[in-house]
């Protein structure tokens, strides 16, 4: 077993913004990294200032190349399977059979999307079905567009793709529950709502073309937005005891810190706001605020 002062798990944007932070402060800091981003497949990455444009492995290979100069930080390329909390510090294992101990972690693990049975969809995935339209929307603009959904979460996502879009229409896979004043509020933005079951996404290498239904019929879009479920990376966090939000989140203060003493989490793990930005502003956080404990609890 090797001693840290803080092991982060998860060395994507968050987990190596944390180790920034705690870098130039000097911690022996440990991240284990599995490289398994929920962007992998996105060709580019928007909205992040400096980086507009770039792909998340560009992106993210400059940040390691940037926190490595840093030498109190050590990577690992592992999946950290489990983790306890003894009376003075956290264990981590690893699928390698690795034991590491530490004072604080830090969990920015991300999470895993969970794909509809829909053909064709997870191929689209980031690509030309999009989640986000401060990430993808000024690429996708100006195109026919769809919002798959049969939610009232429509009528959040709906204003802001039709800034964009005006050629909008709502897919509900077959069934949907919005009340009549939520029908009239999309038909009055001249939204139409296709009440079919989706069969097939037609694209080619990932780039939607079509739509096509469970009667045949086929609708042309060039992007779909559309919210997909999601679970965490393991269950490495419910095994430390931390706190889930009703969505799944790991619940988490102002400052980044979990339920319990010593834990944070960071990125999407513990936010609904999934964007590179976001994941880099709550690294740096978490970072700081473990470092500032650390300092503490020595002066």
């Known amino acids: 077993m090797k001693n840290y002062e803080v092991i982060i798990i998860g060395g994507s944007y968050a987990g190596l913004s944390a180790a920034l932070a705690l870098g130039r402060s000097l911690r022996e800091v440990l991240i284990i990294d599995a490289r398994q981003p929920c962007n992998q497949q996105t060709p580019h990455s928007q909205n992040f200032l400096t980086q ?105 996502l709906a204003p802001l793709v039709k800034n964009l879009n005006p050629d909008l229409i709502i897919l509900t896979q077959g069934a949907y529950q919005f009340n009549n004043e939520e029908i009239t509020k999309l038909e009055a933005n001249n939204i139409s709502i296709i009440n079919k079951e989706i069969t097939e996404i037609i694209h080619e290498n990932g780039y939607l073309n079509a739509v096509l239904f469970n009667d045949g019929t086929k609708e042309n879009f060039e992007a779909i937005y559309a919210s997909v479920p999601f679970e965490q990376h ?66």
Request: some cysteine.
């Open 52 to 156: 507009d444009g770039e792909t998340p492995q560009a992106i993210s290979e400059k940040a390691k190349a940037q926190v490595s100069l840093y030498k109190t930080i050590t990577f690992l390329d592992d999946f950290a399977l489990s983790g306890t909390k003894t009376a003075t510090e956290f264990e981590i294992s690893t699928k390698s059979k690795g034991i590491f101990s530490a004072k604080k972690i830090i969990l920015a693990t991300g999470v895993k999307d969970i794909m509809p049975n829909i053909k064709g969809f997870s191929e689209c995935w980031g690509i030309s079905v999009i989640h986000c339209p401060y990430c993808h929307g000024y690429e996708h603009k100006g195109v026919k567009t769809a919002i798959l959904t049969n939610q009232a979460h429509a009528l959040h």
């Open 234 to 299: 393991g269950d490495i966090s419910k095994q430390l005891g931390c706190a889930f939000t009703e969505q799944g989140h790991i619940e988490t203060n102002m400052f980044q810190q979990t339920a319990i003493e010593g834990i944070y989490a960071c990125g999407d793990n513990s936010s609904p706001m999934r964007s590179v930005a976001y994941a880099v502003s709550t690294g740096n956080i978490a970072g700081a605020m473990i470092n500032k404990e650390l300092c503490d609890q020595d002066f």
